[in-house]
């Protein structure tokens, strides 16, 4: 029986010790997309930073296809005057209807706070958008943001707080993405007709280059066709003790939830009336949890 056991916890110390050695690596995780130079690895792999400039912005993705997962990313935001300037980290299918899911960051002048604009798309149409401010500073250290995607709902967080949920309400006829294999994307671009304060913030090229800096990319994820089969450890987070597969708000998270959405949300497409005359979306009428 004592060897039993011993043989045991040297299994579970091994499988402990293969994740351990798995950790984030962007030399192997993610491929520089495009930018010429603009996009770099760093620090054998631990860091990679996006610039923008007046001549381009930059990109880089996963290196992997996922259908389901989580996915996690360390940032710290364009600082000081960003208006114009947009950092994106989100999921997308490729080809025609594809899958989307978004998290966007719109920077803004000095001292006004960023936008942080979330959106989902399934086969082609979004208009899915929450957006919200952020309650600290995300240029001045790197934050966790994060998106689980599982077969019943996506949760968007920061900092392990969620700060939204997009359920899979098919049964009453809303579309969610679930067929098509996503890749991460991360970009850093000008939209400076846009992005700030509707477009009359401009960006302000005597700041450039603009930089964000990003680390411990972590995907827990399933690679459709990996011989493995596999879609990696049962991850848990601070709000919820299940893996990513079958993730759910448990009250903490619930409570969290409500905060972030009664304090930080500044846009709700389920609110906005004016959008819908018909009658707001469906899925709206649920509950948000
Ligand atoms: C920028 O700051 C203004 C003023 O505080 C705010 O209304 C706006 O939501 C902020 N974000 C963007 C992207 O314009």
């Known amino acids: 029986m004592a060897t039993f056991s011993n043989l045991s916890l040297l299994f579970v110390s091994m499988f402990v010790a293969a994740f351990a050695i798995a950790a984030a690596d962007f030399n192997r995780d993610a491929q520089i997309t495009w930018g010429d130079g603009r996009a770099k ?89 929450q957006q919200f401010h952020l309650w600290f500073d995300p240029t001045a250290a790197f934050h966790i943001y994060s998106i689980v995607w599982n077969p019943q709902r996506i949760i968007f967080s920061v900092d392990n707080i969620p700060i939204r949920v997009f359920n899979n309400d098919e049964a009453i006829g809303t579309p969610f993405p679930k067929s098509q294999p996503m890749r991460v994307h991360s970009s850093l671009w000008n939209a400076d007709d846009w992005a700030t304060q509707g477009g009359r913030v401009k960006t302000d090229w005597s700041k450039a280059p603009f930089v964000a800096s990003y680390r411990n990319f972590n995907i827990n994820g399933c690679i459709p066709g990996s011989s493995s089969g596999s879609c990696g450890p049962k991850a848990t987070d601070s709000f919820s003790t299940q893996g990513w597969q ?44």
Request: include cysteine.
């Open 246 to 289: 079958t993730q759910e708000l448990d009250a903490r998270g619930r409570n969290r939830l409500r905060w972030v959405q009664q304090k930080h949300m500044i846009y709700n497409y389920c609110s906005d009336s004016q959008r819908f005359p018909q009658g707001v979306p469906a899925e709206c009428k649920r509950s948000r949890f």
């Open 41 to 129: 690895i760093l620090e054998g792999g631990r860091m990679l930073t996006l610039s923008l400039d007046q001549y381009s912005g930059s990109g880089f993705q996963s290196t992997n296809e996922y259908l389901f997962g989580k996915f996690e990313v360390q940032l710290k935001l364009v600082p000081g005057n960003s208006a114009g300037t947009v950092t994106t980290f989100f999921l997308t299918s490729q080809g025609e209807g594809h899958d989307e899911i978004d998290f966007e960051f719109l920077g803004n002048s000095s001292g006004e706070p960023y936008t942080v604009h979330t959106n989902v798309y399934a086969q082609g149409k979004g208009d899915k958008e």
